[in-house]
């Protein structure tokens, strides 16, 4: 009995460690969710981008690189959802995305100072007859391992499908 209790106990000690180093690893996002709620987003079938969003060559710089990314996987997330994306002007709802990237300094302890990457993705979606914003959703953090263009881009799928999930499901 004894034995079995040290085992749990000493499980239970390896699996908060694990889970310690997991959040040291990759720090929290934080997602923030709104919209206007007279505005029923229950009702959209169909989506497009918004006929005022900015292509990719127009983007800030270094934002058109990960563009792609960003469309894809919330065109695919949006689809796993049910909604179906068409032409603008048949749409119910217009989406755009803005993307911020910052370098921060932060003071080190030893009067020097530490540079970090704070990022935002902001999603917003409208209502394409009343132009009201019926859903908004942002997830910013300071990301890790962004070294080649290839970790950018699969940062840029995982915070967008993660702001994403928030959005209800038609299906």
Same mark, same amino acid.
């Given at each position: 009995?004894?034995?079995?209790? $040290? ?7 390896? $699996?908060?460690?694990?889970? &310690? ?28 981008? $918004? ?6 060559? =127009? ?20 689809? =796993? ?27 080190? &302890?030893? &009067? ?34 962004? =070294? ?24």
């Amino acid at each position: 009995m004894r034995t079995r209790i $040290a085992r749990v106990a000493l499980l239970s000690i390896v $699996a908060t460690f694990a889970l &310690g180093l997991t959040s040291c690893a990759a720090p929290p996002l934080k997602v923030q969710l709104g919209g206007n709620r007279d505005v029923n987003i229950t009702q959209w079938k169909t989506w497009s981008w $918004a006929p005022n969003a900015l292509p990719a060559s =127009e983007r800030a710089s270094g934002i058109a690189l990960i563009d792609g990314q960003i469309r894809t996987t919330t065109a695919s997330v949006l689809a =796993e959802k049910g909604l179906r994306m068409v032409p603008s002007r048949q749409a119910d709802a217009w989406l755009d995305y803005a993307l911020d990237v910052q370098r921060i300094g932060r003071p080190d &302890g030893d &009067g020097g100072f530490d540079v970090a990457t704070h990022g935002t993705l902001m999603i917003k979606m409208r209502d394409a007859k009343s132009d009201r914003i019926g859903w908004l959703g942002t997830a910013s953090g300071i990301p890790r391992d962004m =070294e080649t263009l290839q970790d950018r881009q699969a940062l840029a799928k995982r915070v967008t499908r993660r702001l994403l999930r928030h959005f209800p499901d038609r299906r």
